[in-house]
């Protein structure tokens, strides 16, 4: 592919910015990050032999409040797809009101092949690493791709020892003894059931006659797919890295986590095992599950999974993205034409910061709510969030996902408007 993922993401927002009265001073502000880091981070391995890994982070813009967003482990992480993350991050956290900018970071290694000691050892390294560039009013990280709450809280607790302090509110994610927030495990997938179902109506389609496919089966495409199955939906296929399964009939979601769960063979830090191992369904790709036709198309897994060289071949009516930029502009394009409607990552899978912010605001005032609670507050945000955006892609009859820019844009700039703009000096 020649365009780079953020060029990709910069398209998105040349689209919107025809949709919206914005500045040429707040265009200007949003082409770039705010800072970027990379670092290499030495760790000792079990072996006594030394490794040095390539970590980042980038601070996409602050102008909404601190930024916020996740640390990837994966070993396709680099400075062009961190730098897209954090752009997103921006949007999303503006799309959805809250008051953070975007940020993002990651490190180029695959976890799996490290133990949980050197698994560790990296985790402490990175915030050694990145520790003056992060902290509660700064920039905040969480979860994201092969990183989880027990990484969060080796992480917190490195942070914690740099500081000489306890600074819960520095990173979210944590576990819940660490000062977590309970719900923001499946806060992600909930996030995107609620949205998903205030669309159901307006799209005219009941949950029973709705076929779902799922790409990608971690801590945010299990937690939808189990959500779905468990609402009514039928799940015909799910997947991971390895492969995915099909029933016609529908599968049964909670047996499928329970045999992920019992083959974690990694001390309850990763998952070993495969879907594709439950050998009563038919085992299928995962090019294969992209192109199922179902209603409801779920890419939960990682960035461009459709794109112009497959977008023509997909036959499910809607794609809700789960997982952040599955969906490249090329295809888009393609299946706009096809008549397919993508709900936009931005809006989709914003359950996870949003609660995430709500863990910020509980370890800043020191008062734990109830899951109720949390859920309560997750639902009124995706709800009205999901509504308006409906609202304006009617209004300006224009696609989910610029919609969503637009509304995301229109906040931004409010912000950097609020800052003073060049017509506040030249009359
Ligand atoms: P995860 O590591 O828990 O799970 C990723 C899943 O994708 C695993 O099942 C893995 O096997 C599968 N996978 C990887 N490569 C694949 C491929 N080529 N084909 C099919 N499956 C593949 O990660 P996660 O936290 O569930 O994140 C998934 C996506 O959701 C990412 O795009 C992430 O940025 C996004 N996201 C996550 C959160 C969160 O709170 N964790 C929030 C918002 C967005």
Redesign the pocket.
């Known amino acids: 592919m020649s365009e780079s993922l953020f060029d990709q993401a910069s398209e998105r927002l040349a689209q919107a910015i025809a949709h919206v009265p914005i500045s040429e001073d707040a265009i200007e502000r949003l082409k770039s990050p705010k800072a970027s880091l990379q670092v290499s981070i030495p760790v000792r391995m079990d072996d006594g032999t030394l490794k040095v890994f390539q970590g980042y982070r980038v601070r996409y813009n602050d102008l909404r409040g601190p930024t916020k967003g996740?640390i990837?482990f994966h070993p396709s992480v680099n400075m062009d797809e961190v730098k897209s993350?954090a752009f997103w991050m921006t949007f999303k956290c503006a799309a959805v009101n809250l008051p953070f900018g975007g940020a993002k970071g990651g490190v180029a290694v695959d976890p799996k092949q490290l133990s949980k000691f050197e698994l560790e050892r990296l985790s402490r390294g990175y915030i050694d690493a990145i520790a003056d560039f992060m902290g509660a009013d700064v920039d905040i990280p969480?979860?994201?791709?092969?990183?989880?709450p027990t990484i969060m809280g080796w992480m917190v607790d490195q942070y914690s020892t740099i500081q000489r302090k306890l600074c819960p509110a520095a990173i979210t994610?944590k576990p819940l003894a660490m000062g977590g927030s309970i719900g923001?495990e499946t806060?992600?997938g909930l996030g995107a059931f609620f949205a998903i179902e205030t669309l159901m109506p307006l799209l005219k389609m009941e949950r029973e006659q709705t076929t779902v496919a799922v790409?990608?089966?971690?801590?945010?495409?299990?937690a939808i797919a189990d959500l779905m199955s468990k609402a009514g939906y039928k799940v015909v296929a799910v997947?991971?890295?390895?492969g995915?399964i099909y029933s016609e009939k529908g599968l049964d979601v909670p047996s499928i986590i329970n045999y992920k769960q019992s083959a974690r063979k990694f001390q309850a830090v990763y998952c070993q095992d495969?879907?594709c191992n439950i050998v009563e369904h038919k085992t299928i790709s995962?090019a294969e599950?992209l192109q199922l036709d179902v209603d409801i198309l779920i890419p939960?897994?990682?960035?461009n999974?459709i794109t112009e060289v497959n977008a023509d071949l997909i036959r499910a009516k809607y794609i809700f993205e789960?997982?952040?930029?599955?969906v490249t502009p090329a295809a888009d394009a393609i299946l706009e034409k096809k008549g397919i409607m993508v709900f936009p990552?931005i809006l989709i899978?914003?359950?996870?910061?949003t609660v995430?912010y709500f863990e910020w605001v509980q370890n800043r005032s020191g008062f734990y709510w109830t899951l109720s609670e949390v859920n309560d507050r997750l639902k009124q945000s995706m709800v009205a969030e999901t509504l308006r955006i409906w609202e304006i892609a009617n209004e300006k009859q224009i696609s989910m996902r610029t919609a969503a820019y637009v509304h995301a844009l229109s906040r931004l700039s409010e912000a950097i408007e609020a800052k003073g703009t060049r017509d506040y000096y030249i009359q």
Do not use: C, I, W, Y
């Not at 790409?215 to 299990?222: D, E, K, P, T």
């Open positions: 996740g990837r993350l969480a979860p994201d791709v092969q990183t989880n994610g923001r806060a992600t790409q990608g089966f971690g801590n945010v495409g299990a997947s991971d890295s390895k995915g495969s879907v995962n599950l939960a897994a990682l960035e999974q789960v997982a952040n930029g599955p990552d899978n914003a359950g996870g910061v995430s």
